[in-house]
Nanobody, 123 residues
Framework: QVQLVESGGASVQAGGSLVLSCTVS????????LAWFRQGPGKEREAVAT????????SYADSVKGRFTLFRDDSKSTVFLQMRSLKTEDTAMYYC????????????????WGQGTQVTVLS
């Protein structure tokens, strides 16, 4: 059974930083698509960043480019989302997704989800 477990969410002051992690179990970590999404209060789930563990680098949503960095540790089957210069509008539940079925920037394009980790940015 495939499991994605996110952690690292917290409350942080605007301008601060956080690192989220997503650990994959029950499925191969190699040559697979992984992504981070977020869903703020009253908002739709939106794509944040994605990576293909086979080759190439990550892609980012325009709203986080230059502030967020996706990286991975293959030995731990874990992807990370380093978030800097956090803004109040970054407040959301952050989800990890695996197994791309369609467009990476659409929530419906992914088959497997974690339970989420809450990030709250305080003004």
């Amino acid at each position: 059974q495939v499991q994605l477990v996110e952690s690292g969410g917290a409350s942080v002051q605007a301008g601060g930083s956080l690192v989220l992690s997503c650990t994959v179990s029950g499925s191969s970590f190699s040559k697979t698509w992984l992504a981070w999404f977020r869903q703020g209060p009253g908002k739709e789930r939106e794509a944040v960043a994605t990576i293909y563990t086979g080759s190439g680098g990550p892609s980012y949503a325009d709203s986080v480019k230059g502030r967020f960095t996706l990286f991975r540790d293959d030995s731990k089957s874990t992807v990370f989302l380093q978030m800097r210069s956090l803004k109040t509008e970054d407040t959301a539940m952050y989800y990890c997704a695996k197994d791309l079925l369609g467009s990476w920037d659409v929530a419906g394009g992914w088959s497997t989800w974690g339970q989420g980790t809450q990030v709250t940015v305080l003004s």
